[in-house]
């Protein structure tokens, strides 16, 4: 969350602004070991989902009115 604020489509070179990053819980090669393709694809989804949702809350802690 941040980096359009921190570079506009607009803008010619990037300015100042907060970056945030969110990081997915590691899947280890032993646990997509032990799942079929389907159900490594559903837990890969899982976790992307997560880091999504995690993502909007802290841009929506940060600025309410500007991200909705």
């Known amino acids: 969350a941040g980096a359009f604020e921190a570079w506009p489509r607009r803008q010619r070179l ?28 559903k837990e890969v989804e899982q976790r992307l989902k997560s880091c999504l949702l995690q993502a909007q809350q802290q841009r929506r802690r940060r600025s309410p009115s500007r991200f909705v």
């Open 14 to 41: 990037p300015g100042f602004a907060p970056i945030e990053i969110v990081f997915a819980k590691t899947l280890t090669t032993a646990e997509a070991a032990s799942l079929s393709e389907v159900e490594l694809a």
